[in-house]
């Protein structure tokens, strides 16, 4: 049985209307004097920290830590502002397959999967009133790797269970190839969604354990008891 769910934020369970790329802009513009410093950086799937070192990169930044802190330090202040600006919403089925796995009979750990930094993530789901849903996670501060990230996510649910957790106990949820990359870094079922900007087609041939077009779908018993 699946015992700990591990969910993708941004094309998953939210969109943001733009928000955290618009933040992203924003401090190019404001902190680094850089218009436009986004239009050649590519978001979708990503960590925060590998997207700013590409910037730095294109633009012959240094990447030094002080340079990081400015940069996450301008987008937190930005992204909390924009949130209200943008159209965002609470994706389709996500209210629905949260209340459905809290009403199963052996209930999972829910928890996150992102490449999102924290603080980040946390501004994302609480301005969307769903930070308060999930238990622990992973996140962009702890590697800019996703697949470390998914280690960790998963440890920390071990840790949450008091006992090592198998692949096939963990089910990751995303919208992207590389979310399905990371979840089969740690041998877990994967579950890819296309709300994102990949197709249920693009999705499949990444050979996730199942696809839909979006959380309403989901038939939680059916894929957290096989």
């Given amino acids: ?3 700990l769910v591990l969910f993708d934020i941004d094309g998953t369970l939210i969109q943001s209307g733009g928000a955290g790329e618009k933040a992203f802009a924003r401090v190019c513009a404001t902190e680094f004097n850089i218009p436009n410093g986004t239009e050649r950086l590519h978001f979708a799937g990503r960590t925060d920290p590998s997207i700013v070192r590409e910037f730095f990169r294109q633009y ?3 990447p030094a830590e002080k340079n990081f802190e400015r940069f996450f330090a301008s987008y937190l202040f930005w992204l909390d502002h924009l949130l209200g600006e943008t159209a965002g919403r609470v994706l389709p089925g996500v209210h629905q397959i949260l209340a459905e796995l809290r009403a199963l ?3 999972p750990i829910i928890g996150l999967l992102t490449g ?3 603080l980040g993530a946390q501004i994302k789901l609480a301005y969307y009133q769903l930070w308060d849903q999930f238990q622990t996670g992973g996140f962009a501060d702890d590697h800019e790797d996703r697949c470390q990230i998914a280690i960790m996510a998963r440890d920390r ?3 949450l269970l ?3 957790l198998a692949g096939e106990e963990v089910l990751v949820i995303g919208d992207t190839p590389l979310d399905i990359a990371c979840a089969k870094a740690i041998e877990a079922k ?3 969604v296309a709300t994102g900007s990949y197709s ?3 999705l499949r041939q990444h050979h996730p354990s199942w696809a839909v077009a979006d959380l309403q779908d989901v038939c939680v018993k059916q894929i957290c008891s096989r």
């Fill in 162 to 164: 008091q006992r090592k």
């Fill in 60 to 62: 012959e930044i240094e």
């Fill in 116 to 118: 999102n930094i924290r």
């Fill in 1 to 3: 049985m699946v015992r």
């Fill in 105 to 107: 009979a052996a209930p």
């Fill in 190 to 192: 994967t579950l890819a």
């Fill in 157 to 159: 649910g071990s840790q």
């Fill in 200 to 202: 249920l087609e693009q």
